[in-house]
């Protein structure tokens, strides 16, 4: 029979915290796998230039960072793989247990594993979203935006990311509308300002997408105002949505705790609820979402999960 190999630590991901986390655990001599999502990109290898990863005084490009965080990773000695982690199963032995982590086709079974899944953008839930991404319809500005040269373009949302997103549109697009289910936006106030005195963008307050318009590709939105439940329909050939984040965290549903939103809940130490399981960076709840706490949560879960394995 074949015997399973057994890791020191699985991480889950490999975004700027799953692989900071590899370069430590490696670093320590731990037996370090990844795994990582296919279909879902690290959220670093969206950004058109990271401006603020100290050390890269003229920035760097998310993919190209991603790029040489795995090769330093793999060069200290971690494995990277790709697979859909969908499960994660506690498996009970004499002294001290091993986790056992599902893939949709593989298991695997690691002493501890550090979750480091981050979040995907959170969808509209209306019909026919799905069926128009790609096709007029994204989730984000800096990957899709150059696709809308002139074009009339809307955007979902109120937050910091979607003021952003609308501002950095307008090097492109002829026309931008934000549209928002409130009456002021919740920005930033210099974001506020900055759009504000934009005279290519617009502002749509009360309102909500009721729905998409057009035949193969967006030409347009169907729009009710939830003050006098009227529709309106506006016409714009790109939907940029912004609207927030749901963390990556299905698989620990009943296994660790999450806060309401599915955050992973962790002490100072970056432990969750669950012994042998640590999360770092965006799936976790925290103050601050961005590539360099990500890193420090990284190192930080990979410190805790050293002792960890050393105590056991
Ligand atoms: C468009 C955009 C621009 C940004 N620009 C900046 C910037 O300029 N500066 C900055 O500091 N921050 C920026 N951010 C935020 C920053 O990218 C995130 O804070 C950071 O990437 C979080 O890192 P993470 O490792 O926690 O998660 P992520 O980078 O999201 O990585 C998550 C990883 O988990 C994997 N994964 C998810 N689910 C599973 C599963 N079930 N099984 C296996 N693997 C899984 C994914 O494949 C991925 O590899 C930007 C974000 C976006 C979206």
Redesign the pocket.
């Known amino acids: 029979m074949k015997t399973m190999n057994i890791y020191d630590v699985i991480i889950?991901?490999?975004?700027?915290?799953?692989l900071t986390a590899a370069m430590y655990t490696s670093r320590a001599c731990l037996k370090t796998l990844i795994?990582?999502?296919p279909s879902?990109?690290?959220?670093?290898g969206?950004?058109v230039l990271?401006?603020?990863?100290p050390g890269f005084t003229q920035g760097v490009s998310?993919p190209q960072f991603i790029a040489n965080l795995k090769s330093q990773a793999i060069s200290l000695g971690a494995e990277l793989i790709v697979?859909?982690?969908?499960s994660v199963k506690f498996l009970k032995q004499q002294n001290h247990g091993i986790w056992q982590i599902n893939t949709l086709d593989k298991t695997y079974r690691a002493l501890s594993q550090i979750v480091?899944?981050?979040?995907s953008a959170r969808k509209l839930d209306i019909p026919d979203e799905d069926r128009f991404l790609g096709k007029g319809l994204s989730y984000?500005a800096?990957c899709d935006g150059a696709f809308f040269k002139d074009k009339e373009i809307a955007v979902i949302g109120g937050g910091n990311s979607a003021v952003e997103e609308a501002i950095f549109l307008t090097r492109f697009a002829g026309k931008v509308t934000i549209i928002h289910r409130r009456d002021k936006l919740r920005a930033t106030r210099f974001l506020q300002e900055k759009a504000f005195s934009n005279k290519r963008i617009d502002i749509l307050w009360n309102s909500i997408v009721d729905k998409i318009l057009g035949d193969s590709k967006v030409s347009g939105l169907r729009l009710k105002n939830l003050d006098t439940n009227t529709l309106r329909e506006l016409r714009c050939e790109g939907v940029f949505v912004s609207i927030g984040k749901i963390p990556?965290t299905e698989?620990l549903k009943g296994v660790t705790s999450l806060d309401d939103n599915g955050y992973v809940i962790t002490d100072r130490e970056l432990k969750t609820s669950e012994k042998g399981i640590f999360a770092c960076?965006?799936?976790r709840d925290t103050f601050l979402?961005?590539?360099?706490t990500?890193c420090g949560d990284g190192a930080l879960a990979a410190y805790s999960c050293q002792q960890y394995i050393e105590q056991r």
């Open positions: 889950i991901g490999a975004g700027p915290a799953g795994i990582e999502n879902i990109m690290s959220q670093a969206y950004a990271v401006e603020n990863f998310g697979g859909n982690v969908n480091a899944s981050g979040a984000c800096t990556n698989f960076g965006d799936c979402r961005q590539i360099v990500a």
